[in-house]
């Protein structure tokens, strides 16, 4: 008799993500998108613009001020953004 082989689709999706090279951007898109869940309202109203390179997350802030301050958190961030996302897509980042 014919055995059954059922997997859940999310998993399956991701499989197929993974071997058409496609994973790791949509993991980044998904931190990125992420930022003013895991950073707070207060600290997304000053993000001016965000990107990843080289598992790195560069933030660009309008306050000076908040630089000092969120460097200090840094990898509090990091840690918490890549527990959101699930997957270790960032090392470090960078407050410009």
């Known amino acids: 008799m014919f055995k059954r082989r059922e997997q859940p689709i999310d998993s399956l999706v991701m499989r197929q993500l993974r071997m058409l090279g496609l994973e790791t951007p949509l993991l980044q898109k ?3 998108e992420s930022w003013p869940t895991v950073a707070g309202e207060a600290i997304s109203r000053y993000t001016t613009s965000l990107r ?9 802030l309008s306050v000076p001020a908040l630089r000092a301050d969120l460097s200090m958190r840094r990898q509090e961030f990091v840690k918490r953004l890549n527990d959101h996302v699930g997957a270790q ?8």
Do not use: E, M, S
Not at 52 to 60: A, D, H, K, P, S
Not at 89 to 95: H, K, S
């Open 52 to 60: 990843i390179q080289n598992q790195t997350l560069y933030v660009r």
């Open 30 to 32: 998904r931190l990125v």
């Open 89 to 96: 897509i960032i090392a470090d980042i960078r407050f410009n």
